[in-house]
């Protein structure tokens, strides 16, 4: 039989674009095809085109007792489930038939429309179906804030920025348009007055219905500039392909409010906005569905990484095609972005999630597209490439000594406290993989821990280490994530011996009998669940290289993980995974990347093999039995 290395190889080979990138399925939950759904109704547009495919994608995504989850076997949620519903009810799905059925028993079990989330809500209110009164007020009079005070734009993470603004507009706005259905059925007998109160208690609850007397009243002053203003502020943001971004919430939402302030669905704005959809859909044997995002940066970068551990040569043309289309997708260094709001006077040198989203470079995707770029590239081009991404990396960190995923300093937490904050995560700390990734990548560079950057994120690590060893995962599926971030940054270092031996002694008690590794969304929502569930190719990957990152790539442990994945890789060279090990919002939006199953399996065993038998040079501090999780 081949090598399970040269199968993996050959399996991502065959599935590079010819311009040299990669992008696998960014699967979420069954509101993307919903909204879009929606989306449609509400602009007064066909959805003739994309019916057969959508009721096919959400009876498969349906599970048994009729509801539709955040992430595969999690409970029922109440919000996705409403919204796959009346979506299907657009669509014409017979509501008497038994998947609807199910579906409006799960509803109703779960306390129907008055126990959804603001943003379904929000969607039912668009068509008469849920009470403006009940929706928390967002004045587009917050445009005029200073981006230094207290509840501006800017004190809320980039992709609730981009997703507020618009619905500042909407919100204020009210506009009731038809559906074409009823979905009466949702609210439940004796909670139809809870529907028109926004819940909470406190100043910030007055304040709401002090907004709300103010909206009610027969002038609001400044109302008519702020949301011209903020119409601008959203159009000035749209990115190259369409999108305000790169991903669905924003997107929507101002395509949503720019049509309410008279941009027809022919306006060239709304033309580009609505054609950039298209590249996000996907229709194959699974159904037509709309993805949240795309990630072509990341898959590649990560891709090219696995590529290099497995022994591919620099030279390969298909990784000379890969670093040459990452380099091409750096952004240029005076490209406008709203990071620049607490890092003036910086030059732009970072990449971005997707293949236009360039308002908004990311610092976890600079580091891993510098990490295989050196590993997999030379000259001077490259050279130049990665010390811009070093300079504007290092100028991002914030004043605790971690860095976020898009913004420096995005930490005011006061934002929680309106009564719209079942948003999800609505600022952008530093994150223990971030800064993981940024340690890893200025290592590679040949920093040490004497260097002040270095030793700022060390310090952020030690503090958020917990008790137990481990490493929250903000990015990922949770602490088996950040813990393999975590000593993959310790590990190049050879520093912080301490708490790579915590880190990994964590690891070796959480070790499935199987010898994987896995964990669930849950831990989002019970911390005593990190590190439990059932494994997976990719969090079995990140065990094993967390090990070797530990130096204990010959202990028994890894080497059972790594058998593992062995003896799960399929004949065609990849691995199987329905599994969600990605996050978008803990606790609220989950992904199933589909090239992890793949890439990072693969990394694993390129590392295995450049491991020479010798003695381990970490000792863990704990016993090395590993834990029976089931």
Sequence with gaps: MPDPRARAVDWL?????????????????????AEHVLLLRFLGMSVDRIRDGAIQHFMRQQRSDGSWALYFEGPADVSTTIEAYVALKVLGVDPTSDPMQRALTTIRRLGGLARARVFTKIWL?????????????LPPEIVFLPPRAPFSLYDFACWARGTIAPLTIVIARRPIRQLGVSTSELVLEGTERDLAHVPGSGIFWWLDALLKAYQSGPRQPGRAEATRRVAEWIVERQELDGSWGGIQPPWVYSLIALNLEGFAVDHPVMQRGLAGMERFVLDDEGGWRFQACMSPVWDTAWAVRALRAAGLPREDPALVRACTWMLDEQIPPNHPGDWRVRCPNVENGGWAFEFDNDVYPDIDDTTIVVLALLEASSGERMQVAVERARRWTVAMRSSDGGWAAFDRDNTRELVYRIPFADFGALIDPPTEDVTAHVVEMLAALGRDERDPDVASGLGFLRRTQTAEGSWFGRWGVNHVYGTWCGLSALGPLGAGTDMAGRAASWLLGVQNPDGGWGETCHSYVDPSFAGIGPS???????????????GLGRHRACERGISLLKD????????????????GFPGDFYINYHLYRHVFPLLALGLDAQITPKETTLQPTASLAPAANA
């Design 536 to 550: 997976t190719p990719s969090q079995t990957a990140w065990g094993a290289i967390g090990l070797q990152m530990a």
């Design 568 to 583: 799960r890789q399929r004949a065609d060279g990849t691995w199987d995974q329905p599994e969600y090990t990605g996050t």
């Design 125 to 137: 209110a668009l068509f008469g179906a849920y009470p403006w009164d009940g929706i928390p007020s």
């Design 13 to 33: 080979l065959e599935r590079q674009h010819p311009s040299g990138w990669w992008s696998g399925e960014l699967e979420t939950n069954v509101t993307m095809t």
